[in-house]
């Protein structure tokens, strides 16, 4: 680095000082915290996903300023890998270092060992660096996305694009269509999706058609970017008939007593949907649309759902991705196509069980999207999703390949209509439309439509694949959540000293008992999950594993 990019980055880092006493980590999906506290950290993020850029050889790589799920207040930062895929695992202990470092001085000297170790050219006239920005729709993202523009700017040559307000998903999608040489606008998206879901929609066998009228989807937005976007896209789309509500253009609150996370998570209706709507079909989105659960109210009496979360999507999914591999059979080159999918530990054991029954190959993850998208690529086609709703469905580039080349032979033996021909047709047709980058809501929603109308079944009919087993999940706050310590699968808890015994303990009390414990990593809370044969003993459980979460680690 020379004497031009240091004084560069000592003179724009001046602007943002660090505030006293935040201690920063990459966590489950990036920055968060307090927006008021943040405009350090995002203007680091920049010049972080500047170097990422320079590194990869000048890919495009995107910066998304969003909390997703938390309250409007805080606000966050994630990095968007070239691939589409989030920022490399490898990467964030330098995010960390350089977020918390506590002068101009420490920054800039961890930045140029980084660059020495990395090898990183800086400064090259055929060399820049390009930084897509995008923001969800808090009131923070406008000047958060200034100071990250500022960070991209200060190393030297390169540029950042502000690409307005997205959804994750959105931004991750043109980022990797970007530096595929594909287009890669916002209405390139809405033109893959409306185009890959009619072509699903035509390939609907006409028994199946009529068994279903198509009858209305209401939308729960959030009150941020994903209901705004999901009105953009309704224009275009035919055979689905949405009512979209908490746009967030009405008056209400970004994820306050709406969203994915809260109907998850509470398991009640969100604001601006009543007694007027039992039985319907509903879909909520989150803050920042990358995650979708699905709900409908069972009866007027009481403001509790009956939740389709993550878990049944991807039930859903499995069995309609299964089907069009039946139907072509075991011609791989002789072998069966790899159908595998990835949970975490907070999946419904009911859900394991169902989609073992199926005769899927069903591993375990990490909490966060970056462990099991990582998983599911190991896979033909592998099919991803947690619990509360993030998720999705890849194709190897290989087995994408396959398919491509199979329908054309098809097509030349003039087996265009052939049964086979068709279910080729699908599978492209959902490789194109479902994000291969990240989990969204959107494309996940037409998805679950169109399989829906394929099956000719309602949300009654979809929930009864199998039955949840209870569950309760509860935050609990202490002084320090980082002094629980989990193993790599989250399961037991190797800290604080005696705790796991403990919690095991309270599990052997419940028949199907299951509970376990793991610091958030985007919320100051330890997080409490249990399962059990009822709902009593499943809140009973989690209510007393919380109680020695408090006693070990003190409640703050
Ligand atoms: C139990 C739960 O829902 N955890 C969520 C939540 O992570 P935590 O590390 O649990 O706070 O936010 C992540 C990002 O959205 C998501 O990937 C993850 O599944
Ligand atoms: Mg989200």
């Not at 240091?6 to 000082?17: D, R």
């Not at 609907?204 to 068994?211: A, L």
């Not at 375990?364 to 033909?380: M, R, S």
């Amino acid at each position: 680095m020379d004497e031009i990019q240091i004084a560069s980055l000592l003179k724009s880092s001046e602007l943002f000082p660090i505030p006293q006493s935040v201690k920063l980590s990459y966590g489950t999906a990036g920055f968060r915290g307090d927006a008021k506290l943040l405009e350090s950290t995002v203007y680091r993020v920049g010049i972080l996903s500047a170097l990422r850029s320079l590194k990869l050889g000048s890919a495009t790589v995107g910066l998304m300023i969003t909390a997703s799920h938390n309250k409007v207040s805080d606000n966050g930062i994630k990095v968007s890998d070239p691939s589409g895929g989030m920022l490399s695992q490898e990467w964030e202990p330098f995010a960390d270092q350089i977020a918390n470092a506590s002068s101009p001085q420490e920054l800039v000297s961890l930045i140029r060992e980084f660059v020495e170790k990395e090898e990183i050219r800086i400064g090259e006239k055929k060399k820049s660096a390009e930084v897509w920005l995008g923001r969800d729709t808090r009131p923070s993202g406008e000047s958060l996305l200034r100071a990250a523009e500022i960070g991209v700017g200060s190393v030297l040559g390169s540029v950042a694009i502000d690409i307005g307000v997205l959804t994750t998903p959105q931004l991750h999608w043109m980022v990797r269509a970007k530096n595929k040489g594909l287009k890669a606008t916002e209405s390139d998206y809405f033109e893959n999706l409306s185009s890959s879901f009619r072509c699903l929609i035509d390939l609907i066998p006409s028994s199946g058609n009529d068994k279903l009228e198509i009858s209305k989807l209401l939308v729960d937005g959030a009150n941020g970017v994903g209901g705004q976007k999901i009105e953009d896209l309704r224009g275009s789309l035919s055979n689905l008939d949405l009512e979209i509500r908490n746009t967030g253009r009405d008056g209400g609150v970004l994820n306050e007593g709406v969203g994915a996370d809260f109907v998850q998570k509470e398991k009640v209706l969100p604001l601006g949907f009543g007694s007027k709507d039992v039985g319907m079909r509903c879909a909520s989105l989150d803050g920042d649309a990358d995650r979708l659960v699905y709900f409908y109210i069972p009866s007027e009496s009481s403001d509790k759902v009956e939740l389709l979360d993550g878990d049944k999507i991807l039930s859903l999914f499995a069995l309609f991705i299964k089907e069009q591999l039946n139907i072509l059979g075991d011609d791989k080159e002789g072998k069966q196509s790899r159908l595998g999918v990835v949970q975490t530990a907070y999946a419904n054991g009911a859900s394991t069980d169902y989609l073992r029954q199926l005769g899927l190959d069903v591993v375990f993850a990490k909490t966060g999207v970056k462990h099991l998208h990582e998983k599911a690529a190991e896979f033909d086609i592998g099919i991803y999703f947690e619990a509360n709703g993030h998720g999705t469905i890849l194709f190897s580039e290989s087995f994408l390949s396959w398919l491509v080349s199979k329908q054309k032979d098809l097509m030349a033996k003039g087996q265009g209509g052939s049964e086979e021909h068709k279910a080729v047709c699908r599978l492209v047709a959902v490789c194109n439309l479902i994000n291969q980058a990240v989990g969204d809501a959107l494309s996940g929603v037409l998805l679950v439509e169109v399989i829906l109308q394929h099956m000719g079944w309602s949300i009654q009919k979809w929930n009864v694949l199998y039955k949840d087993l209870p569950s309760r999940q509860i935050k609990v706050e202490v002084p320090d959540r980082t002094a629980v310590v989990t193993t790599s699968e989250e399961t037991e808890a190797l800290r604080p000293l005696g705790i796991q015994d403990a919690i095991n303990s309270e599990i052997n009390k419940y028949p199907r008992g299951r509970a376990f414990i793991r610091p958030s990593g985007t919320e100051d809370v330890v997080r409490v999950y249990a399962e059990a044969s009822t709902q009593e003993a499943a809140d009973s459980l989690a209510n007393s594993v919380a109680q020695l979460v408090k006693s070990f680690l003190g409640s703050s």
